[in-house]
């Protein structure tokens, strides 16, 4: 019987223990720990992941920011190098020179005021333009070529790539307030660079309209045709403004105003460097009348009006469609229906929202209409976006630099220039011997600063560029400061620029002023801004990459000694 039994129990399954089944596992609160913990490592690797990201992204935005500064400073810095003309005033006609024009818009750098707000803006509105010459590979723009048309061949005119080694170039800033708080922010202005090919040898080749009537030839020389101008039999009517803005939209030539005998404008003639030293030939400064109540297109002012052709920022902003806007007097006034920024005297000459204001810094005005297939080239001016600074200086070898004598007696903090923080202030502080009332006295000499950075300290810093531009220029200061290398051609042209009844007494070989001398330089009519030579300029480029909020500044120097 034990043995039936023994036999039994080895045949079937092993004997429970009596205490019941125990199976090996894990508890609720090990498993939340686990949870936990496997969590907390997730996280730690979505951070890891997150940061190596973030780097990545930050150096990305570096390595192109670094990539988008290099290349306008190249470029910058090969045109500056190359300018065709001695940076001094009086350039010759005769010269073939050229000229240099910079423009210190009236804005300024934040460092002329207190500030309780951190911003990275700084002088933004600056303009610069020069005629240059390639030492290597030559420009290449592109160009409307009527010939078939003239010929007879076809009825379309070709586009058609075009290389000069001269050019005339400009660079400016466009301010658009997408914000409304009336303030330059992060990705609101947009630097522009143009390049117009100087090709005075399309005035006599066969791509052009006849100077009379008659048939195009090289004994009869003619002019560039309109991006409008059709007819090729008859001489064509009096062109117009808007004519010769849609004329800079299809082609890179740098032009002026072409003329008949009795002063209409005609056509526009491709420039010689000549030519460009007088201003009103240049690209943004042609005689232009605004409608003041916008119910007209602009026209021309008569012929030899308009002295001094200061810079009109309505002549470089963009060009838009017509079908797209409606069009007030040729111009589209923006989302605000009034020119410039509305209910603000942008130009401050006493009117608000004048027609003088179009296409002021700051707004979001756009020029006359074009055919939508050429707006494809707005895109191509675009030299940077998203700028925070494109301000420029000249090299003011006079200027004073000052040192900042702190709180403590015999104590120098740092040396301050004209463009720093706190050398306004370091001009007018006590005369006490002791601290903080200290006066700052000038140090050493020799900066690159703002034109007529002495603006309010007038009197008690003076240099070469501190002071206002010379009377005699007429340049109005609502426009900003101007050093232009001026033509000596406007003393002798036979035009009464100074309004006193008597023309070009500055060359007419009397003593008209009975003092210094027959046709010294105070008998002249006109005068350049600043009446110095310019041996340098400094650009400060500032740009911000919105992603990873990173601000990225270059510096470019060139200087003008002559070799």
């Not at 920011?65 to 290349?71: I, K, N, T």
């Not at 040729?330 to 608000?352: E, M, R, S």
């Not at 895109?379 to 940077?384: H, K, N, S, W």
């Not at 200290?438 to 690159?448: D, E, I, M, R, V």
């Amino acid at each position: 019987f034990m043995n039936c039994r023994l036999n039994i129990a080895s045949r079937g399954h092993a004997a429970r223990s009596p205490h019941g089944d125990r199976r090996s596992g894990l508890t609720l609160v090990e498993l939340l720990v686990a949870m936990t913990v496997t969590l907390i490592m997730a996280f730690a690797l979505i951070q890891m992941f997150q940061s190596i990201g973030r780097g990545v992204a930050a150096g990305r935005a570096n390595l192109e920011l670094a990539g988008d500064l290099r290349s306008v400073s190249n470029m910058l810095r090969s045109e500056t190098d190359n300018v065709t003309v001695d940076v001094r005033p009086w350039t010759q006609p005769g010269a073939n020179a050229g000229h240099v024009e910079i423009v210190d818009g009236p804005t300024r750098d934040y460092s002329w005021v207190t500030t309780s707000e951190a911003t990275m803006v700084g002088d933004i509105d600056d303009v610069f333009s020069c005629t240059v010459r390639s030492t290597g590979d030559p420009f290449v723009g592109k160009f409307v070529d009527y010939a078939r048309v003239i010929s007879g061949a076809g009825t379309t005119p070709d586009t058609r790539v075009i290389t000069s080694q001269y050019a005339e170039v400009v660079w400016w800033t466009r301010w658009e307030d997408n914000d409304a708080n009336g303030t330059p922010g992060p990705g609101e202005v947009t630097l522009y660079h143009r390049v117009f090919l100087i090709v005075p040898e399309l005035n006599t080749e066969l791509r052009v309209f006849p100077s009379g009537s008659g048939t195009v030839s090289h004994t009869n020389p003619g002019y560039l045709r309109s991006a409008k101008q059709t007819s090729t039999t008859t001489v064509p009517a009096t062109q117009t403004p808007t004519n010769l803005f849609n004329f800079h939209q299809v082609s890179d030539i740098s032009v002026k105003l072409h003329r008949d005998a009795s002063g209409n404008v005609l056509g526009f003639a491709a420039n010689t460097l000549a030519d460009l030293t007088r201003r009103e030939n240049r690209y943004g400064h042609y005689p232009v009348i605004f409608d003041p109540t916008f119910s007209s297109a602009p026209v021309f002012k008569a012929a030899g009006v308009g002295f001094p052709f200061a810079l009109s920022r309505a002549q470089l902003i963009p060009r838009h469609d017509t079908s797209a806007v409606s069009m007030n007097g040729g111009f589209f006034l923006g989302v605000d229906g009034q020119p410039g920024i509305a209910t603000v005297d942008d130009d401050g000459n006493g009117t608000v929202d004048d027609a003088n204001e179009i296409g002021w810094f700051g707004t979001d005005d756009l020029g006359v209409g074009v055919p939508s297939v050429t707006l494809a080239r707005i895109g191509d001016d675009i030299a940077l976006t998203s700028v925070l600074a494109f301000d420029i200086r000249v090299w003011d070898p006079t200027a004073q630099l000052r040192y900042n004598p702190g709180t403590t007696a015999g104590a120098v903090i740092e040396m301050l220039e004209p463009s720093d923080r706190g050398f306004t202030a370091a001009t007018s502080v006590g005369t006490s011997a002791s601290p903080p009332a200290a006066q700052t006295l000038p140090s050493a000499s020799g900066a690159f600063v703002d034109l007529f950075y002495g603006w309010n300290r007038t009197g008690i810093v003076t240099s070469r560029f501190s002071s206002v531009p010379a009377t005699r220029s007429q340049l109005a200061l609502n426009i900003g400061p101007t050093y232009c290398t001026w033509a000596y051609d406007y003393e002798h042209d036979g035009i009464d620029q100074d309004g006193d009844g008597t023309a070009d007494e500055g060359t007419d070989g009397f003593d008209t002023d009975n003092a210094n001398g027959v046709d010294d330089v105070a008998e002249r009519e006109t005068s350049p801004p600043y009446a110095v030579p310019l041996r340098g300029i400094e650009f400060r480029i500032r740009n911000y990459d919105s992603d990873t909020r990173q601000v990225r500044q270059t510096r470019v120097v060139s200087n003008f000694i002559p070799e």
